[in-house]
């Protein structure tokens, strides 16, 4: 006599299953602008890491500095207005109560409509602006900056771009709003900084606080380490992938963050 067949466990899922148990599908959502096939996020990637490790510095080799400081003036305004804009929505009345109440179990989202709309509407701004945020190291190749162009610089880039499409495309859940609302806080008081700096050297000498840009991005990296583990600690209903993903960015950039800041602030102070 044949022994029964006996199904697995669905509370212990192999990691495909999981995963597979975790995506988050919106006919909706994933018709937005460049969201509904990875080939355009992975083509501006490629083009990107394309232009600014090899074409761009080649063409620009025989050729003088891009005077773009007008150019550069507005770009900076509009990061700081547009990533302001991210963090307002942290402050819809029903946001930061539903996320004081339900960031470890999340409500379904027919429980509530307004804040889940509202989360993905701000994660993909989020994703365009990381998108709008490569133009930095264009600007760099046109400057004929080079050493600017660090392998933080191009991988942190990189990986955001193609991070923030991924979430969007297959989670959409509460969890990475944390993240994306504090990256974006950080993204305001840096690209105001730059915005200022660009003014000149009369400007240049009042703005102080350049170094604490860096320290406000190392504690941003270890908040978002805190709240993943949390997750993981307290059990809560998240994507497991996502949760141990989002972990391993966070502490590789305080590990490049922390040897930038050591070798711009510490090293040369010796």
Known sequence: MASPVVSPDPLEPGLWARIQSETVYNDVVDNWFLMNSWVPVVGIVVAYLFFVLYWGPKWMADKKPFEIKNVILVYNFIQTIYNAYIVSYLFIPEVLPYLWSHSCVPLPKEQNPIV???????????????????LDTVFFILKKKQSHITFLHVYHHAMMVLTSWAFLRYYKGEQAIFVGSL?????????????????G???????????????????????????QVSLIVFECQMPIVLTYYITFQALVMVVLFGNFYYQTYIKKNK
Do not use: R
């Open 116 to 134: 889940w709309w509202a989360f993905c509407e701000a994660c993909h701004l989020y994703y365009i602006s990381k998108i709008l945020d490569l």
């Open 183 to 199: 990256n974006a806080l950080v993204h305001v008081v840096m690209y105001s900084y730059y915005f200022l700096a660009a003014f």
């Open 201 to 227: 050297p009369h400007v240049q000498k009042y703005l102080w606080w350049k170094k604490y840009i860096t320290k406000f991005q190392l504690i941003q990296f270890g908040l978002m380490c805190l709240q």
